[in-house]
């Protein structure tokens, strides 16, 4: 029976906690609104210039713009955009080359600014120089 007793009280302690406050639904206003119009907040928009991989063997990737990558490496495998940025990929049997194009300044064709190279079977960083040597023409 001594037992029993403190499962009984198991329920009475459970009524007396505390509930979980649950989050407002739709705006909450503290106070008065301030009477005028709405203000309309614009997003700032900058240019950040993109920073331009420097290596031996790349000379002829970073600088050129999609045609002439094109000119070097044939149609790409994949050309994917955002917003003003572009990934070209090549690939061939040794290797897969992603070429990331940013424009040089506002309203400027895109260039290659940076390269990634990585096996083709397994996906573990090459040399760069090496998978540009690789899959140019």
Request: hydrophobic letters at 45%; one cysteine or more.
């Amino acid at each position: 029976m001594r037992k029993l007793v403190p499962l009984a009280l198991v329920p009475l302690v459970a009524a007396c906690a505390t509930a979980v406050p649950q989050p407002a639904k739709g705006p909450v206003v503290i106070g008065h609104p301030i009477p005028g119009p709405p203000v309309s907040v614009e997003p700032e928009v900058s240019f950040r210039t993109a920073r331009v991989m420097s290596a031996p063997g790349l000379e002829g990737v970073i600088g050129s713009d999609a045609n002439g990558l094109v000119r070097q490496f044939g149609t790409p495998r994949l050309d994917v955009w955002e917003a003003d940025a572009r990934k070209l990929q090549f690939a061939g049997t040794a290797c897969v080359l992603d070429v990331f194009l940013y424009p040089p300044a506002p309203g400027r064709t895109e260039t290659a600014t940076w390269v990634e190279a990585r096996r083709q079977t397994d996906g573990k960083d090459v040399d760069r120089a090496a998978c540009v040597a690789a899959l140019k023409r």
